[in-house]
């Protein structure tokens, strides 16, 4: 017991220095995952010391609600990639939910097949999978539980520049997408007026496929007609992606101040992958989520992990590749 929540204190201390040096790093999830890890360990443990009966009844509810957990999480995604289908453009990234959803379902068929057979070379596939599948998971959990965290803690410091990050426009008319991380914006720079600040907003976003004209003069019309004077918003207008939103606003706000400190607007489910390319593109600044529609945000949380996934792929790679290879090995 007091090993396990040595082992905790020793993680959460490693979490905080993290956290303090840079709260910006996929590395901060997975500490804190681990903190909580041990710290359940240890908890269970010390219920046993008082009663072996209630740790066995807790470690048995723990252990049920793991199916139960993945069958609810399945059904909810195969109806949340229904929604998704019927709402929106039928296209790869909105389909996430649902095919991850039956994936789910899939693998659960699959694992009773290969029981029911009982073929060895199946068997093995079906635990390369798991052991890739649970190394993806606990990936994800760290994602979802700290991006959670990232998206509730606020900065208290003064601030020379709000970014805005634009994220397509129809026609020339902001959506509602767009919109939220406008009104989102224009709250704090409202706040920080009313504190005697006075920090510049930065539209950014160039003009894409479809578009009438840049995102960055649609979004700076928008927050006018919201009342903001148009000679505290600077337009950045050759951006196509994020990473170009935040290397060239960069540029602009170095241009201006040097030793500026700036917030990023976005939308609360880009806001953690967001603060992650701001910090590799050197960015002085946190980011801050604006409102998503419901049904939009299990697809859209489910890519910005697989954007996240895919952007260190000799690692996760390599670790998958080492997975696969110890259940061939234990099968030889």
């Known amino acids: 017991m007091f090993i396990c929540f040595g082992i905790a204190a020793f993680w959460f201390v490693v979490f905080?220095?993290?956290?303090?040096?840079d709260r910006r790093l996929f590395k901060n999830g997975?500490?804190?995952v681990l903190t909580l890890m041990f710290a359940g360990l240890g908890v269970i443990l010390a219920v046993e010391t008082i009663s072996q009966q209630a740790a066995r009844v807790l470690v048995l509810l723990i252990l049920a609600a793991i199916p139960v957990a993945i069958f609810v999480l399945a059904v909810f995604l195969v109806i949340n990639g229904v929604t998704m289908l019927?709402?929106?453009r039928h296209r790869l990234s909105n389909l996430l939910s649902l095919l991850v959803g039956l994936g789910i379902i899939g693998f659960v068929i699959f694992s009773v097949l290969v029981q029911k057979i009982g073929w060895e070379p199946l068997a093995m596939v079906r635990w390369a999978l798991l052991g890739v599948l649970t190394y993806i998971s606990f990936l994800f959990l760290c994602f979802l539980l700290y991006a959670f965290v990232y998206s509730r803690v606020r900065s208290s410091r003064k601030v020379d520049f709000v970014v805005v990050l634009g994220s397509g426009l129809i026609g020339s008319r902001v959506p509602p997408l767009l919109a939220s991380r406008l009104d989102r914006a224009k709250q704090v720079y409202e706040r920080a007026l009313r504190k005697g600040r006075s920090p510049r907003l930065i539209t950014s976003g160039g003009q894409g496929p479809g578009e009438d004209l840049p995102e960055s003069h649609a979004m700076a019309a928008y927050l006018v007609?919201?009342?903001?004077?148009?000679?505290q918003i600077i337009r950045e207008d050759k951006s196509t992606t994020t990473w170009e939103n935040l290397i060239f606003s960069r540029d602009l706000m170095a241009g201006?101040?040097?030793?500026y400190r700036c917030?990023?607007?976005?939308?609360?489910?880009?806001?953690f992958r967001a603060a992650m390319?701001?910090?590799?593109?050197?960015?002085n600044g946190q980011v801050i989520g604006s409102p998503t529609a419901a049904y939009y945000w299990p697809t859209a949380t489910i890519r910005e992990f697989v954007a996240i996934l895919v952007s260190?792929?000799?690692?996760?790679?390599?670790?998958?590749?080492?997975?696969?290879?110890?259940?061939i090995l234990s099968y030889l």
Do not use: M, W
């Not at 917030?263 to 806001?271: D, E, S």
């Open 86 to 88: 019927r709402r929106e």
């Open 225 to 231: 007609a919201q009342g903001v004077a148009a000679d």
């Open 312 to 327: 260190h792929p000799y690692l996760n790679g390599g670790i998958c590749l080492l997975i696969v290879a110890g259940a």
């Open 30 to 32: 997975i500490f804190l």
């Open 16 to 21: 905080g220095v993290s956290f303090l040096r």
């Open 263 to 271: 917030l990023i607007v976005t939308n609360n489910f880009h806001a």
């Open 256 to 259: 201006e101040r040097p030793q």
């Open 277 to 283: 390319t701001a910090r590799k593109a050197k960015v």
